[in-house]
């Protein structure tokens, strides 16, 4: 399991619209795997809010931005 970390407010983050360790910890993953995102038939992603669940779909890879 991989794991990464972020500051919470989002003023301090690179870009609102990105979990930078989302995209980290699933690069890292997807490497040990020794899979890509294009070898996922099926992901269940948890969201507090909707735009939650688009960030995250695009940050783990399955959509473009």
């Known amino acids: 399991m991989f794991s990464a970390s ?3 407010a989002l003023f301090d983050r690179r870009d ?3 979990l930078d360790a989302t995209v ?3 690069k890292r993953a ?4 020794k899979i ?3 070898d996922i038939d099926l992901v269940e992603i948890h969201d507090c809010f ?3 669940e ?3 779909l695009e940050d783990l890879g399955f959509v473009k931005r």
């Open 36 to 38: 890509t995102v294009k």
């Open 16 to 18: 609102i619209c990105t």
């Open 6 to 8: 972020d500051t919470l």
């Open 50 to 52: 909707t735009i939650a």
């Open 24 to 26: 980290e910890a699933s």
């Open 30 to 33: 997807y490497k040990e795997a």
């Open 54 to 56: 688009i960030l995250g």
